[in-house]
């Protein structure tokens, strides 16, 4: 399995912006589906983003399309997540994580069991 460590949380006014990074160590990054979730308390861990091993598709929840952008960088074992135009309900733990294989899938998910590694989260807190 591929371990993972997020940075780049913090404290940002409504309307500013972050850009979360995890980083890779582990031979199988470059071939797995990434994504990123999110999880705010008392409440249950939802998808954010996904992107194939090849950065080809891309997936978003409905609730930060067009704000939010993944990608990622095999050569440096890196994912990142660049978020726009955040809001106070952005305010969780966001966690990066590798899906199960098969490899070089080109498919996403959303759902929080196709994932198997996990990072150990870092904090956005969004004021209004």
């Known amino acids: 399995q591929v371990q993972l460590v997020e940075s780049g949380g913090g404290l940002v006014q409504a309307g500013g912006s972050l850009r979360l990074s995890c980083a890779a160590s582990g031979r199988t990054f470059s071939l797995s589906t990434m994504g990123w979730f999110r999880q705010a308390p008392g409440k249950e861990r939802e998808f954010v983003a996904a992107?194939?091993?090849?950065?080809?598709?891309?997936y978003y929840a409905d609730s930060v399309k067009g704000r939010f952008s993944i990608s990622r960088d095999n050569t440096k074992n890196t994912m990142t997540l660049q978020m726009n135009s955040l809001r106070p309900e952005d305010t969780a733990v966001y966690y990066c994580a590798a899906m199960r294989g098969p490899y070089y899938s080109s498919h996403t998910s959303s759902k929080v069991d196709d994932y198997n590694s996990w990072g150990q989260g870092t904090q956005v807190t969004v004021s209004s």
């Open positions: 992107i194939t091993w090849s950065g080809l598709n891309v």
